[in-house]
């Protein structure tokens, strides 16, 4: 995909080995009509992101998501003088097809939504940009995507038996090594169940996906580490992150404060518990 660029506009390009990921911000002009076979999925950041599509003229607001279904014609300006910043990842059909088993593509045929739960599954793909995604945290995010769209699209399959018994084996397989490199395919081979099968089996019967589950106990790990005086690389490393920056990210997602900050509070605490005592 070509862009005509001015002196203030910038393109970051972050792929994946199965995903193209860009952030980008134009003043005016961006794309001139054109398709792909991917899907084009994306957040508008700032701005008013505007494009024809489907016979109109389409305005992307900050927060709202555009879903652009493969083979049809778009392009892309500022709807402003303001210009407009974005990101957007572009999603093979195949890609979700391994997990749609079948089912048709979903469609959505307005190009924009402020669907909640679409905005946070792009979000977890794309957020933030030039950070390494684990392939377990792209799947996740990924079933969680195809899953908001089918919702929409009303393409959904409605659940069928759940099987307990695969998803407590899964449970336990990370209970067991929350420090390792774990992946989808792995909690497969564990489990004996297919992998998006028990994706959505694991989400009905303990409330959170297989990634975020995993998410958690590292941060549990991580926090009783901390606590025994490990430094912040150490630890995260140890609980099973690629390096501290993740662990933070992961950290912030979940409790809503630093690392550092969880660590001076727990030892302002601490010292108040032993004034008392």
């Known amino acids: 995909m070509s862009a005509r660029t001015h002196d203030s506009d910038w393109f970051i390009h972050s792929p994946t080995p199965r995903l193209e990921r860009i952030e980008a911000y134009f003043g005016s002009h961006a794309y001139d009509p054109h398709r792909h076979d991917t899907y084009a999925i994306g957040v508008t950041l700032t701005g008013v992101q505007s494009f ?91 079933f969680d995507l195809i899953g908001a769209m089918n919702t929409l699209a009303g393409t959904g399959a409605k659940p069928g038996i759940v099987d307990a018994v695969a998803a407590q084996r899964a449970r336990t397989f990370m209970d067991d090594s929350p420090q390792g490199r774990i992946t989808l395919a792995q909690l497969e081979a564990a489990s004996g169940q297919n992998r998006w099968r028990l994706s959505r089996d694991f989400r009905l019967l303990f409330g959170t996906s297989p990634y975020r589950y995993l998410t958690m106990r590292r941060l549990e790990r991580c926090k009783r580490s901390l606590a025994q005086g490990l430094g912040l690389a150490e630890a995260s490393l140890a609980a099973g992150f690629a390096d501290q920056s993740h662990m933070t990210r992961q950290f912030r997602d979940a409790y809503g404060i630093s690392p550092g900050r969880w660590l001076k509070l727990t030892a302002q605490a601490s010292g108040q518990s032993r004034e008392r005592g």
Do not use: K, N, W
Request: charged share 25%; glycine share 10%.
């Open 52 to 142: 024809h599509y489907r016979g109109a003229q389409r305005h992307s607001l900050p927060g709202r998501t555009i879903v652009i279904h493969p083979d049809e014609v778009h392009d892309g300006h500022a709807g402003d003088a303001h210009g407009f910043r974005y990101r957007m990842v572009y999603v093979p059909p195949t890609v979700f097809q391994d997990m749609l088993g079948g089912q048709p593509l979903p469609f959505l045929p307005g190009g924009i939504t402020t669907d909640t739960r679409m905005a946070e599954s792009v979000l977890r793909l794309l957020r933030p940009i030039d950070d390494p995604l684990e392939t377990f945290e792209e799947d996740d995010a990924l």
